[in-house]
């Protein structure tokens, strides 16, 4: 483990399980950064791809056992059995991303995030506009084609 570091995680139910969390060597940090928040995205994203990264980013999270090296979380099962509940695990993810990057401030999304939100946002707008365009011209050709005129 890379820097590891106590963490306290609390679950749905108020409970709270420590979690050893370290850092994620610079390359899969790279892909973990550069895939996750895209392939997060509704009806853009594609969950499998998130599910994916999310495992191999908390492949660096152990839970620490007595007198031995924590159990790393290096399967599904295994984060399905410590983290317990889905709102856990999103706490478990949010402190590996705030140890691991500087893109967050304790908890707001960085300048540098912020920075993006409006090119993706006019990337979305213009992408969604050509697809109206189509469409519009489409509707536009079948109406065209299905004037019936009596003369």
Not at 62 to 75: K, S
Not at 94 to 99: K, L, R
Not at 104 to 131: C, N, Y
């Amino acid at each position: 483990m890379l820097k590891p570091k106590t963490v306290t995680i609390r679950n749905r139910d108020g409970v709270e399980k420590a979690f050893v969390i370290s850092r994620v060597p610079a390359v899969e940090m790279r892909e973990i950064v550069a895939t996750y928040p895209l392939s997060a995205m509704p009806k853009i994203g594609d969950y499998k791809v998130n599910e994916a990264v999310m495992l191999k980013m908390l492949a660096y999270v152990g839970v620490p056992r007595d007198g031995g090296e924590p159990l790393m979380l290096t399967t599904k099962v295994l984060v399905d059995n410590h983290a317990g509940d889905w709102e856990a695990l999103a706490r478990l993810e949010i402190a590996m991303f705030e140890y691991n990057t500087s893109f967050f401030d304790q908890g707001v999304v960085s300048t540098f995030l912020e920075a993006m939100l409006p090119k993706v946002s006019t990337l979305i707008s213009s992408m969604l506009t050509g697809l109206l365009e189509q469409l519009s011209q489409a509707a536009k050709r079948v109406s065209k084609n299905s004037d019936t005129t009596t003369t």
